[in-house]
């Protein structure tokens, strides 16, 4: 079965890394790093050069997986929405509850 695929570039300076935090995210989302490649690293600045890096990263879910992910996330919205409350009767929020009954 074919599988589902993303590519980031992540980029670092000697300040900063870029597309790190959203690549990590999809590997904890179960995303599988397929391949890395450089993209080459080059010196900028004045006085003291500072070196830049990028690489190219191919990440891949299988389709059975990204399925699941997608219905447990479906889940997790109307599990949320009962939560929240959206306008379902005592009866139904709790069936072990008569709404009408003698509560002393």
Do not use: C, Y
Request: charged residues 30%; without cysteine; proline residues 4%.
């Amino acid at each position: 079965m074919p599988n589902e695929q993303k590519a980031f570039v992540v980029k670092s300076t000697q300040h900063a890394v870029e597309g790190l935090a959203e690549l990590n995210e999809h590997l904890a989302e179960g995303w599988v790093v397929e391949d890395v490649t450089s993209l080459g690293a080059a010196a900028a600045g004045e006085d003291a050069p500072a070196l830049h890096f990028a690489a190219l990263v191919i990440v891949t879910r299988d389709d059975d997986e990204a399925a699941a992910v997608a219905a447990a996330e479906e889940v997790e919205e109307f599990v949320e929405e009962v939560v929240e409350g959206d306008g379902a009767t005592q009866e139904v929020a709790d069936p072990g509850v008569d709404p009408g009954g003698d509560r002393s």
